[in-house]
RNA sequence: GCGCCCGUAGCUCAAUGGAUAGAGCAUCUGACUACGGAUCAGAAGGUUAGAGGUUCGAGUCCUCUCGGGCGCGCCA
C-alpha cells in the first residue's frame, strides 16, 4: 500500500509543504486573488505553547490576508476546509484572529518514531548548509600563558558552532590564530629567563607561577642553555618555552574536548609570503595608500571611523597588517564565511574586519562574520571573583574541568547567548553540580539507556516487532513525538543565527517531555503480563527518544552517558 | 564626547514580530512494596528599567530618557 504508507508519516517539515500546498491550490482554484510569488516558501508551522491549540499552528491566514484583501479568517475557512481532508490530519480550528490549530492522527504523528530510529545519527543533520566551507576562528589566545575562564566560554562555544554548522552540512575548520610573533613573545622569553637565573623580569613581563615551572623544565630539558651568550639564550628560552606553553594549550583544550583542525602560526603568515600575498589582494582592489611615511589601507570606504596603518612610517607591520593578511589567506584557503569569535573588549574589531573583507573585494555581509561574546562574571560566596593575573586569583580552564568535569563546564557555558553577559556561581557549579541542567538531561539519556537494557534483558526484540504508531495516542506520547520532531528544525535555527544554546534548552525540553512521558506511561510489560503491542509502540518512541538526546548532546560535544 | 552590547520572577537566565511572557534554583504542598525519585504533580512569584512610535499583533523593530558592561593607538 503505497498510498498509505506515503500519507502515514507528517513531519513538521512535510506538514509546513501541506499547508503551502493547501495555499497554491486555493489560490489555483480561484479561491483567493494572491500572486503565487507572494506565498513565502517556507510556511512557518510551530508548536504552540498551549496544548489546546492543538500538536501544530500556523499564522499563514495572517499574513495572507492583507495582500488577498480578505479577512484574515476568511482566509483560515477555505484553508481549513482544505486541509481536513488531508490525510493524517485529524482536525483543524480556526483560533483567535485567524490562526490555523491542526491536530494530527496518532499515527501520523507516531510514525515519527520509526523515522527517527531509522534515520538514526543522521536524525537532525539538515542540509542548510551543504556545500559551504567555513572558518571558524576562536580563543586565539597568546601562547604566553595557561589558558584562563575568559578563553573557556569561547573553547566551548566556539566548539559548538563548528558541531552544529557540521550538522547543518557545513564544511568547518576550527582554527587557532597562534600569536607567536611580535614584542609579547620577546617579553615572555625574558621573563622565562628572568625566572631561571633569579633575576628581575622585565617591565611588562609575566610574572605567574607558570613560569617559574616553565623555566625548571626549560632548564631540565637542556641545562646547556644557561651557557649560551646572549641574545641567544633568552631567545631559546623563548623558543622552549613558547613550545611547551603551546603544547599545554593543546592538551588542555583536546581534554576539553574541543579539537582544532588548523593552529595558524602568525609567524608562518609572514614567512609563507601571505603577507605580500595580502597586500597585492588590498592594492588591486585600490584601498591602499601611502601618507606621513606610513602605508594605510582606507577602510573608512567601508564604515570604519578612521583609516588603519599596515606599515608605520620605520617600516615594522602593525599587527593589522597581519590580521588582513590572514583573512585573505583564510579565503584563498577556499572558506566561504570566515567566522571570528571575539570578546567583548574586542568589539572596535568588528567594524574594521569587516571593512578588510571589503578592501578585499568581498562582501563583508556574506563572507565575514565577527560575533561579539559579553564577558563571564564569576560569583563565589555572594562576591564577584576578579580574575587578575596580579591578585593571583586566575582561574584557568584546568581548573574549571578539575572543578565540575568537561560535561558540566561545557553545557554551563553553551546555554546562555553569547551576546549577554554571563554570571557563574562558582559554589553551585562545584557543590551543587546535580542542579545543572546538563545532569537533568543526560539523566533522560540514562534512564532511556536503562529501559532498553532491561528489554533486551527479558527477550524483547522491539526492532523485530511489528511498530504500530497509532497506538502512541496518549497526551504525553503525543507531546513528546511533537518535542522530538522539532529537532531539525532546532538545528536549522542554531546554525543560522550561530546559537547552539538553542540546542541545549531544546535537550531540556526533551528531557522534560520524556520524563513526564515516563512518568504515566508505562513502557514494558509488568511481571508475569505478556508483551503487548503498546510495550512495542512505546519502545520505538523510548528509542526515538533516546536518539535525538544522544545527537543533540553530540553536537554541543557533551556525554550522552547509558549508566550515571 | 562618540560607538557596540545588555536591562525580563528573590537569584541565574529563556522566548527567530504571534495566542494567557516561560524554565531552573530558592520557598511551600503532595506522589514510588511496577520499568532509574538525579523524576513527576501542584502553589506562590511580573507595569519585560521608563516614555512615545510602527501594525491585525511588540519583551522582540524605531526614537528618546535612566541604569550597567565594554571599546575608541603608526600597541600587540
Request: one cysteine or more; hydrophobic letters at 45%; proline letters at 4%.
Amino acid at each position: 500500500m503505497g498510498h498509505a504508507d506515503r500519507l502515514a508519516r507528517m513531519t513538521p517539515e512535510q506538514l509546513a509543504a501541506t499547508v503551502r500546498g493547501a495555499v497554491v491550490d486555493a489560490i489555483a482554484a480561484g479561491e483567493l486573488a494572491l500572486d503565487p510569488a507572494v506565498v513565502p516558501t517556507e510556511v512557518v508551522v510551530e508548536r504552540p505553547r498551549n496544548p489546546e491549540h492543538g500538536d501544530y499552528a500556523t499564522n499563514i491566514a495572517l499574513q495572507l490576508a492583507k495582500p488577498a484583501g480578505v479577512p484574515p479568517r476568511a482566509v483560515a475557512e477555505l484553508l481549513a476546509s482544505r486541509l481536513r481532508t488531508v490525510a493524517g490530519i485529524a482536525s483543524v480550528d480556526i483560533a483567535g484572529p485567524g490562526f490555523l490549530n491542526l491536530v494530527l492522527d496518532a499515527a501520523a504523528l507516531g510514525e515519527l518514531a520509526r523515522t527517527i530510529v531509522e534515520a538514526g545519527e543522521d536524525f537532525g543533520r539538515v542540509a542548510r548548509y551543504a556545500g559551504t566551507a567555513v572558518n571558524v576562528e576562536f580563543i586565539s589566545a597568546n601562547p604566553t600563558g595557561p589558558l584562563h575562564l575568559g578563553h573557556t566560554r569561547w573553547a566551548a562555544v566556539g566548539d559548538a558552532i563548528a558541531r552544529v554548522l557540521e550538522a547543518a552540512g557545513a564544511t568547518v575548520a576550527r582554527e587557532f590564530y597562534v600569536n607567536d610573533r611580535g614584542v609579547q613573545m620577546d617579553k615572555f622569553g625574558q621573563s622565562i629567563e628572568a625566572r631561571a637565573l633569579g633575576t628581575e623580569v622585565p617591565d611588562g613581563g609575566y610574572f605567574g607561577e607558570y613560569v617559574e615551572e616553565l623555566a625548571r623544565e626549560v632548564v631540565r630539558a637542556d641545562p646547556s642553555i644557561l651557557e649560551l651568550p646572549e641574545p641567544e639564550r633568552w631567545q631559546s628560552f623563548r623558543e622552549v618555552g613558547y613550545l611547551l606553553q603551546l603544547a599545554q594549550q593543546k592538551a588542555v583544550l583536546d581534554a576539553f574536548n574541543t579539537h582544532f583542525d588548523v593552529w595558524y602560526s602568525e609567524r608562518t603568515l609572514h614567512s609563507s609570503g601571505a603577507v605580500d600575498r595580502g597586500f597585492e589582494r588590498l592594492r588591486e582592489q585600490g584601498h591602499m595608500f601611502e601618507a606621513d611615511g606610513a602605508v594605510w589601507l582606507r577602510t573608512t570606504d567601508f564604515d570604519d571611523d578612521k583609516d588603519r596603518v599596515l606599515v608605520k612610517a620605520d617600516g615594522e607591520l602593525t599587527y593589522f597588517a597581519s590580521d588582513t593578511a590572514y583573512y585573505v589567506d583564510k579565503r584563498l584557503r577556499g572558506f566561504d564565511v570566515c567566522i571570528y569569535l571575539l570578546g567583548a573588549d574586542h568589539h572596535g574589531y568588528v567594524n574594521r574586519l569587516r571593512a578588510v573583507a571589503a578592501c578585499a573585494g568581498d562582501d563583508p555581509d556574506i563572507n565575514i562574520e565577527v560575533l561579539i561574546g559579553q564577558l563571564v562574571k564569576m560569583v563565589k560566596g555572594g562576591e564577584e571573583v576578579r580574575l587578575s593575573k596580579r591578585a593571583g586569583n586566575m582561574i584557568t580552564l584546568e581548573d574549571l574541568v578539575d572543578e565540575v568535569g568537561v560535561d558540566a563546564a561545557r553545557y554551563s557555558l553553551i546555554r546562555y547567548p553569547v551576546d549577554s553577559p554571563l554570571t557563574l556561581d562558582l559554589d553551585l557549579l562545584v557543590q551543587r553540580s546535580n542542579d545543572n541542567p546538563v545532569f537533568y538531561v543526560q539523566y533522560a539519556h540514562a534512564r532511556i539507556s536503562s529501559v532498553l537494557r532491561n528489554a533486551s534483558d527479558l527477550g524483547i526484540d522491539w526492532r523485530a516487532t511489528g511498530f504500530d504508531a497509532s497506538l502512541l495516542s496518549h497526551e504525553r506520547e503525543a507531546a513528546l513525538l511533537g518535542v522530538l520532531g522539532e529537532l531539525p528544525r532546532v538545528m536549522t535555527a542554531a546554525a543560522e543565527l550561530r546559537e547552539p544554546h538553542r540546542v541545549a534548552r531544546y535537550l531540556e525540553e526533551l528531557a522534560t517531555a520524556y520524563h513526564k512521558f515516563y512518568d504515566v506511561c508505562r513502557v514494558l510489560p509488568p511481571a508475569d503480563a505478556e508483551l503487548e503491542p503498546l510495550n512495542v509502540a512505546r519502545l520505538w518512541l523510548c528509542a526515538a527518544a533516546r536518539q535525538t538526546l544522544a545527537n543533540g548532546l553530540g553536537v554541543l560535544g557533551v556525554g550522552a552517558p547509558e549508566r550515571m
